[in-house]
């Protein structure tokens, strides 16, 4: 009997160190996976505090070196801005090092975020001027009226719509999505109502810079195209056909200098076809992505207009395929002209345009919409980026006595892509953030 009691107490004596050993390794596990959790959110706090740094810093255009350092919560960050493409595009790499050793068993931990950020593109707009105010210019004269444009009931916006100036608006037009500008809007009753409806949301003190330098990268990607694409002196017309090809013909009255039918790739390498000290004349049915530049001779020239001469539609219809792959750009340094003159129209006509127009002194309007005899409508699916505003056509008593209506509406596509080199903006934006 008490040679067995002795056994029991010995085996009940182990099983117990066993137990206590292992609740103490446990409780040793169980302490040391906390520290090392702590750690690794410090190093991930660290990381976070570094990405919002630098990403404030390339927002206001304060970065003045390719790399920086700093400390938080008792470790440091490296940051590096990567140049992604010709177009600016950057990528912040943050890596973070907490490496306190007190507090983290002796080893450094590290954490990494990376954001990405593009130059803003104009086509993202749905409807972008620099100012509220006519700026239509005849073919033959660089001055403008001047006077305020009106928004007023009946008038909708669909995609984001800015103005780097003050918007007019008179009772309730409606904006689909967010409107941002520079001021707050100046506000007037109009059929006894005076209540604008913004769909998404309003934001004022915003400003998004239309850089000149657009214009000169346009020319010498043109001009560095394989073969250049970059042609001066005459206008130029350019006829799209849907399955790939564009006829060219210059001058573009007679084509007695050139009047061929070649692939768009064969044209141009880059994506870019640019005329300098002249006009661009465009039409047809486009398939693949391409940009047009009209670009003036100097600041007193009349030149560097694209006019529309009728419908210029992608083959793959964005509006019925949102995964199409066909884009147009259509860029006047000066005007961007719908062609009345010798194109008969009549009250019922449509004119289908789908395409990123940017006007970079001027804007896009009817030719003589003041006087031409009523045209009907203007269907604008893509992006409309201007210098200042303008009206397509001329009301009175409520209804068009001359030019033509309009309808605008942003190719979602373009919240992401644009056309080729199309023009941007000297303000970065987030477009993506990565955390390990």
Same mark, same amino acid.
């Given at each position: *009997?008490?040679?067995? /009691?002795?056994?029991?107490?010995?085996?009940?004596?182990?099983?117990?160190?066993?137990?206590?050993?292992?609740?103490?390794?446990?409780? /040793?596990?169980?302490?040391?996976?906390?520290?090392?959790?702590?750690?690794?959110?410090?190093?991930?706090?660290?990381?976070?505090? %570094?990405?919002?740094?630098?990403? +404030?810093?390339?927002?206001?255009?304060?970065?003045?070196?390719?790399? *920086?350092?700093?400390?938080?919560?008792?470790?440091?960050?490296?940051?590096?801005?990567?140049?992604?493409?010709?177009?600016?595009?950057?990528?912040?790499?943050?890596?973070?090092?907490?490496?306190?050793?007190?507090? $983290?068993?002796?080893?450094?931990?590290?954490?990494?975020?990376?954001?990405?950020?593009?130059?803003?593109? $104009?086509?993202?707009?749905?409807? $972008?001027?620099?100012?509220?105010?006519?700026?239509? *210019?005849? !073919?033959?004269?660089?001055?403008?009226?001047?006077?305020?444009?009106?928004?007023?009931?009946?008038?909708?916006?669909?995609?984001?719509?800015?103005?780097?100036?003050?918007?007019?608006?008179?009772?309730?037009?409606?904006?689909? =999505?967010? #409107?941002?500008?520079?001021?707050?809007?100046?506000?007037?009753?109009?059929?006894?109502?005076?209540?604008?409806?913004?769909?998404?949301?309003?934001?004022?003190?915003?400003?998004?810079?239309?850089? !000149?330098?657009?214009?000169?990268?346009?020319?010498? #990607?043109?001009?560095?195209?394989? !073969?250049?694409?970059?042609?001066?002196?005459?206008?130029?017309?350019?006829?799209?056909?849907?399955?790939?090809?564009?006829?060219?013909?210059?001058?573009?009255?007679?084509?007695?200098?050139?009047?061929?039918?070649?692939?768009?790739?064969?044209?141009?390498?880059?994506?870019?076809?640019?005329?300098?000290?002249?006009?661009?004349?465009?039409? %047809?049915?486009?398939?693949? +992505?391409? /940009?047009?530049?009209?670009?003036?001779?100097?600041?007193?020239?009349?030149?560097?207009?694209?006019?529309?001469?009728? =419908?210029?539609?992608?083959?793959?219809?964005?509006?019925?395929?949102?995964?199409?792959?066909?884009?147009?750009?259509?860029?006047?340094?000066?005007?961007?002209?719908? /062609?009345?003159?010798?194109?008969?129209?009549?009250?019922?006509?449509?004119?289908?345009?789908?395409?990123?127009?940017?006007?970079?002194?001027?804007? $896009?309007?009817?030719?003589?919409?003041?006087?031409?005899?009523?045209?009907?409508?203007?269907?604008?699916?893509?992006?409309?980026? *201007?210098?200042?505003?303008?009206?397509?056509?001329?009301?009175?008593?409520?209804?068009?006595?001359?030019?033509?209506?309009?309808?605008?509406?942003?190719?979602?596509?373009? =919240?992401?892509?644009?056309?080729?080199?199309?023009?941007?903006?000297?303000?970065?934006?987030?477009?993506?953030?990565?955390?390990?």
């Amino acid at each position: *009997m008490g040679k067995a /009691t002795l056994m029991y107490v010995i085996g009940l004596a182990m099983i117990v160190s066993y137990t206590l050993l292992n609740v103490t390794g446990s409780a /040793t596990d169980a302490v040391s996976n906390s520290v090392e959790y702590y750690g690794r959110t410090v190093a991930h706090n660290i990381a976070v505090a %570094g990405a919002n740094v630098g990403t +404030q810093l390339l927002l206001s255009g304060s970065v003045t070196s390719q790399t *920086m350092t700093g400390s938080f919560q008792g470790g440091n960050y490296a940051l590096r801005y990567d140049s992604l493409n010709a177009d600016g595009d950057k990528r912040l790499t943050v890596v973070s090092a907490a490496n306190v050793n007190e507090k $983290f068993g002796g080893s450094i931990l590290r954490d990494t975020v990376i954001a990405t950020f593009k130059y803003t593109q $104009f086509a993202k707009y749905g409807y $972008f001027s620099g100012v509220e105010q006519n700026g239509y *210019m005849t !073919p033959t004269s660089n001055s403008t009226s001047g006077g305020n444009m009106w928004k007023v009931t009946g008038d909708s916006m669909f995609g984001y719509a800015h103005t780097n100036s003050q918007w007019h608006l008179g009772g309730r037009p409606y904006f689909h =999505d967010k #409107i941002t500008g520079f001021n707050a809007p100046q506000l007037m009753v109009y059929g006894g109502e005076m209540d604008p409806i913004y769909n998404a949301g309003s934001q004022w003190g915003v400003t998004v810079n239309r850089p !000149p330098a657009n214009m000169t990268k346009l020319e010498n #990607i043109a001009a560095s195209s394989t !073969p250049p694409a970059l042609f001066s002196g005459q206008d130029v017309a350019l006829t799209f056909f849907g399955d790939g090809r564009v006829n060219v013909r210059i001058p573009a009255t007679t084509g007695s200098s050139r009047n061929d039918t070649v692939a768009i790739g064969s044209l141009t390498s880059s994506g870019v076809v640019a005329v300098k000290d002249g006009d661009v004349r465009v039409k %047809g049915v486009y398939s693949g +992505q391409v /940009t047009v530049v009209a670009l003036k001779k100097n600041a007193a020239a009349t030149n560097g207009n694209i006019w529309i001469d009728g =419908d210029i539609v992608a083959n793959n219809n964005p509006w019925n395929n949102p995964s199409s792959t066909d884009m147009l750009g259509l860029v006047a340094e000066r005007m961007a002209y719908l /062609t009345t003159t010798g194109i008969p129209r009549t009250p019922a006509s449509i004119t289908n345009i789908q395409a990123a127009i940017y006007a970079h002194l001027g804007v $896009f309007a009817v030719e003589n919409y003041s006087t031409t005899p009523v045209g009907g409508r203007i269907n604008l699916f893509g992006a409309l980026s *201007m210098n200042a505003s303008t009206s397509t056509g001329r009301i009175s008593g409520g209804s068009l006595v001359n030019g033509m209506l309009k309808s605008i509406r942003h190719d979602p596509r373009f =919240d992401s892509k644009a056309p080729p080199s199309f023009p941007v903006s000297d303000k970065y934006e987030l477009v993506s953030w990565w955390e390990k």
